[in-house]
C-alpha cells in the first residue's frame, strides 16, 4: 500500500509565502511522476505543477514565476514553494504520484489527502 501525506498548509496574508511537503511512504519501488494540484470552491481540481522524476517541469501560466516544485527522490518528497501568494491561489492542494510499488510491475496513480491554502486579501 502506498499514501502520501501532505503538510504545510495554513493561513496566509497576500504576498506571502508557504512551503507545502508532500511524503509518499509504502512498498515503493520507484516514482515517475510528481505533482500538485488543486481545487478551490466550486471549482474543478486543477494542475498547477508537474515534476517528473528526470526533474523536468510544468507549470500553470498562473504560477509561474510565484511557485517552484522540488523532489528529493531519495526522501520520496515533492515540495511546493509558494511565494507571492493571492487570495485566487485560495484552495484545497492535493499531492499527486505515479508510483510502482515492490508487489506489482506497473505504475498506479495515487493521491494524497489535501491541505488547505488560504491567502487573505
Known amino acids: 500500500q502506498v499514501q502520501l501525506v501532505e503538510s504545510g498548509g495554513g493561513l496566509v496574508q497576500a504576498g506571502g509565502s508557504l512551503r507545502l511537503s508532500c511524503a509518499a511512504s509504502?512498498?515503493?519501488?520507484?516514482?515517475?511522476?510528481m505533482g500538485w494540484y488543486r481545487q478551490a470552491p466550486g471549482k474543478q481540481r486543477e494542475l498547477v505543477v508537474v515534476?517528473?522524476?528526470?526533474?523536468?517541469?510544468n507549470y500553470k501560466d498562473s504560477v509561474k514565476g510565484r511557485f517552484t516544485i522540488s523532489r528529493d527522490n531519495a526522501k520520496n518528497t515533492v515540495y511546493l514553494q509558494m511565494n507571492s501568494l493571492k487570495p485566487e491561489d485560495t484552495a484545497v492542494y492535493y499531492c499527486n504520484a505515479d508510483v510502482r510499488s515492490r508487489s506489482y510491475s506497473s505504475y498506479a496513480n495515487y493521491w494524497g489527502q489535501g491541505t488547505q491554502v488560504t491567502v487573505s486579501s
Open positions: 515534476i517528473t522524476s528526470g526533474g523536468s517541469t
Open positions: 509504502g512498498s515503493i519501488f520507484s516514482i515517475n511522476a
